[in-house]
């Protein structure tokens, strides 16, 4: 099961940190990633971080604003979001597949387990 939070209301310009806490598994054989949905939108790929070695992927228009990391110790996985503007206003999802690499971890297709959304709304 996963656990997504962290989301909330923030100007633009501003930070958020967004988690996913694992419970009752472990993220070793999996790539974690952050889905969001903005609303009368299609989910859309933000990042991922595949478990084993560490391999982070972002879609473009993140890039050098959002960053993905890991706890190993909390089986947590982390987004820092930075630099927050209004289009990244959206339910964000975190979610599970095994060891996806580049080609799948940006499909949500691939990922099996899913947690529930966080709003993160960025005013103008």
């Known amino acids: 099961q996963l656990q997504a939070s962290g989301g909330g209301l923030v100007q633009a310009g501003g930070s958020l940190r967004l988690s996913c806490a694992a419970s009752?598994?472990?993220?070793?054989?999996?790539?974690v990633g952050w889905f969001r949905q903005a609303p009368g939108k299609e989910r859309d790929f933000v990042a991922a971080?595949?478990?084993?070695?560490?391999?982070?992927y972002y879609t473009d228009s993140v890039k050098g604003r959002f960053t993905i990391s890991r706890d190993n110790a909390k089986r947590t996985v982390y987004l820092q979001m930075n630099s927050l503007k209004p289009e990244d206003t959206a339910v964000y999802h975190c979610?599970?597949?095994?060891?996806?690499?580049?080609?799948?971890?940006?499909?949500?297709?691939?990922?099996?387990?899913w947690g529930q959304g966080t709003l993160v709304t960025v005013s103008s």
């Open positions: 979610a599970a597949g095994a060891n996806l690499i580049s080609t799948t971890a940006t499909m949500s297709r691939f990922y099996h387990y």
């Open positions: 971080l595949r478990w084993s070695d560490e391999s982070t």
């Open positions: 009752g598994r472990t993220f070793s054989s999996y790539t």
